[in-house]
């Protein structure tokens, strides 16, 4: 645990890692190269055979760019920043062109031949550091209301749908008080642009069926955008926010790869003109752009969060905070998870709720949101680059390597890339243990969960429709994390130095809880409430009087029940004592459900599971049409003339109530005991069995609909056998 500990203890965080590695690890060792070869290599042609030979020792990236424009090869700073000068990258910003200045000015952008981009994006990162630092001197020396006027009318019109106060965005580039923090305004607004691109592409599309790429980068690279917008607009794009061997800032900034105090405001100025360059031109095509909807993110049931411990970590967030702000900030600081160059992001984030009045919502809960999944996502990178015994450079951006992301952090085997390493066991798993493991599924991973991280991320959520439940879980796992990586964590006296509800949040994430969001999670949920819709239907039974045994001594002015099919409901009581037999018990309790003992699910567990719940759900779907039937009924002979044709439906259907009820019930307690009991059968796993029985139950459900009740009992005596 010590050596655990001291390896977290290291502070490796890049600063601006995709720049500096492009402007300085891969051309600086090829520096006295260029210096003792700037002249041959600039007299040769390319035809010449010499030229190639120059290629295996320099850097291929270099070597690429060299044989793309050797002409322009006058040294290595020239190179960098002038080697494409025949072409230039007309866009506007403030009503001045910001890219035709003289050619000596190095913020001076073009890209030659577009149809390659990839030759370009490597060098075009160092340029568009310089292009950034011009732009934001520019917005500086206009000022904030001048910069406002100019975009105004473009982001009230075209992006107020996917954040409200959109110019809000451009207060922090003018704010003197806070010289560096602007990497939250950047993860905004460059959702804010992911999420309009996509629309961009949904409303231009020619084919309607052809789905919007869900990555960026993706996104980025479709004909259908290439079409539309300029070929140069789409490079600039690539180049500043979509490309892995260039800036790639939105990654940078959303994986938590850069520091608050690292980010510089000019890129903020940078993405906004990016942003408002792209509105002006969807404006000037008179594009009419219909944002596709976006998606909710607020309250689910309580009773889904509730695995035993109840449904939230702290009984009162409000109270909870107010009491123990100042041990917050103090243990967030001691402890080893947070590296100190992202405190300031903790700080900003635990601000938000200071100002909120303790309960942050709507866009005071995004921000929060925004600030700390980075730190959050970056620790667990920490932990993970330990558990594995990995290189150190993977807690780094790399233009050409692989970006470490919580996505891989909960891959059940490594997927890094490095042959020696591929397909081990991921360490991170048993390093947090399982439950705490299934937190982070829950959070991050179950599409049950909404997934708020990616949804964010990528511009498709309702930024002021964020859950206080999410809060609670997501800022709990996080003190949780800050309390079991806190160096004192083994000394004997630890836990009495926090006030008690910080040991039951440990305790909560740590060595209790359940998944909420699995798929047999919810399962095994939804089938704890059972005993309650068997009561409801042995309701409806127990309200008709038995119709008597012999029809001649009916009463035909009334309509009594009568059991019509004796064979058929002594083989479903039956059943139902053979499943008491078995174990089932009225007493389901949320304390029936399984601890699982790992977050992964194989494949064919995971499609009997999947099947089981749409069993479940058509149960449950049975259950109400059957309670539903009786009301139907009873409105329609309430009237004061009844059709024969409803009449002779529900006497029929007194008949056949019994029948159905026990049919139901045993259908129900079988799912019971099959699941919560662990009592399956290998036909369970047979795919093609379960999708059988699935036709079965939604045959069922139509013969029930339409009142043919022999189909109905039939059918219903067909799953039973089935399940049993």
């Given amino acids: 645990c010590k050596i655990f500990m ?59 760019c060299i044989s793309f424009a050797p002409q322009h090869l006058f040294d290595c700073s020239e190179f960098c920043l002038n080697a494409f000068k025949h072409l230039h990258l007309q866009w506007d910003a403030l009503g001045a062109d910001l890219l035709t200045a003289a050619p000596s000015d190095v913020s001076h952008l073009d890209y030659g031949d577009f149809s390659e981009p990839e030759k370009l994006q490597y060098h075009a990162a160092i340029r568009l550091k310089k292009l950034s630092a011009h732009i934001h001197s520019v917005y500086a020396a206009a000022g904030s209301a001048a910069v406002k006027h100019v975009y105004e009318l473009v982001f009230e019109k075209l992006f107020s749908h996917y954040f409200p106060s959109p110019m ?10 806070d010289p560096c923090d602007v990497r939250v305004e950047f993860t905004i607004a460059v959702a804010v642009l992911e999420r309009f691109l996509g629309d961009v592409f949904t409303n231009t599309c020619s084919k309607k069926d052809v789905p919007c790429p869900r990555i960026l980068r993706d996104l980025l690279s479709t004909p259908e955008l290439a079409d539309y917008l300029p070929s140069n607009m789409i490079t600039l794009l690539v180049c500043v926010i979509g490309a892995p061997a260039c800036l790639n800032l939105r990654n940078l900034t959303w994986h938590g790869f850069v520091a608050s105090s690292e980010f510089p405001k000019s890129f903020l100025s940078l993405l906004l003109a990016v942003i408002g360059s792209v509105g002006q031109f969807v404006l000037a095509q008179g594009t009419q752009i219909v944002p596709r909807p976006l998606m909710k993110l607020d309250s689910v049931d309580d009773s889904l969060l509730d695995f035993g411990l109840g449904s939230r970590i702290f009984s009162s967030f409000e109270d909870f905070y107010a009491k123990n702000r100042p041990i917050l900030a103090h243990l967030i600081e001691e402890s080893s998870f947070v590296v100190p160059p992202c405190l300031a ?103 049950a969960g909404k997934r708020p991280r ?18 609670d879980r997501f800022f709990g796992s996080f003190i949780a994390l800050c309390l079991h990586y806190h160096p004192r964590r083994s000394d004997p006296g630890f836990w009495g130095s926090f006030p008690s509800e910080f040991e039951r949040c440990y305790q909560f994430c740590f060595e209790h809880y359940v998944s909420c969001f699995h798929p047999r999670s919810m399962l095994q949920k939804s089938l704890v409430k059972l005993p309650l819709t068997l009561q409801r239907m042995q309701t409806v039974v127990d309200i008709f009087p038995p119709r008597p045994t012999n029809p001649e001594e009916e009463d035909e002015s009334r309509s009594y029940r009568r059991n019509e099919y004796p064979d058929v409901l002594k083989a479903f009581q039956q059943h139902v004592l053979a499943l008491c037999a078995q174990g089932y018990s009225e007493e389901l309790t949320l304390a029936s459900l399984h601890r699982r003992d790992s977050p992964f699910t194989d494949s064919a567990e995971l499609i009997t599971v999947n099947a089981l719940s749409t069993i479940s759900k058509s149960f449950f779907s049975a259950a109400d049409a059957f309670v539903n039937k009786k009301e139907e009924f009873d409105r329609i002979l309430s009237s004061e003339k009844v059709p024969v044709r409803q009449k002779a439906a529900f006497s029929k259907l007194l008949g056949a109530i019994e029948t159905l009820q026990v049919g139901l019930k045993s259908v129900g307690m079988a799912l019971a005991v099959i699941e919560l009991k662990g009592r399956r059968s290998a036909m369970l796993y047979q795919l093609k069995t379960l999708n059988r029985l699935i036709s079965t139950f939604e045959r069922y459900l139509r013969s029930f609909n339409e009142n043919s009740w022999n189909g109905a009992i039939e059918q219903l005596a067909e799953i039973v056998k089935f399940l049993l």
């Fill in 345 to 447: 992001a903790v700080q900003n984030a635990l601000h938000c709720i200071d100002t909120s009045g303790g309960i942050p919502n709507g866009l005071t809960l995004h921000r929060f949101v925004a600030e700390l999944l980075p730190v959050y996502e970056h620790g667990i990178r920490r932990v993970f680059i330990c558990a594995n015994s990995l290189s150190s450079h993977l807690l780094c951006a790399v233009s050409r390597g692989y970006f470490t992301t919580m996505d891989m952090f909960l891959e059940k085997h490594l997927d890094i890339g490095e042959a020696t390493l591929q397909g081990s066991l991921n360490g991170l798993i048993a390093e947090l243990g399982n439950p705490f493991s299934q937190l982070l599924f829950d959070l991050f991973t179950h599409p």
């Fill in 168 to 177: 809000e965005l451009f207060d922090k580039i003018f704010d003197q008080t």
């Fill in 6 to 64: 001291e390896k977290l203890e290291v502070d490796e965080l890049p600063n601006l890692a995709a720049v500096a590695e492009l402007a300085l690890r891969d051309e600086h060792p090829y520096i006295s190269s260029f210096k003792q070869r700037k002249s041959s290599i600039h007299s040769l042609s390319p035809s010449d055979t010499r030229y190639g030979s120059y290629w295996p020792t320099l850097n291929p990236n270099v070597a690429r």
């Fill in 454 to 471: 990616d949804r964010l991320s990528h511009g498709e959520a309702d930024v002021s429709s964020i859950s206080p439940q999410f809060l």
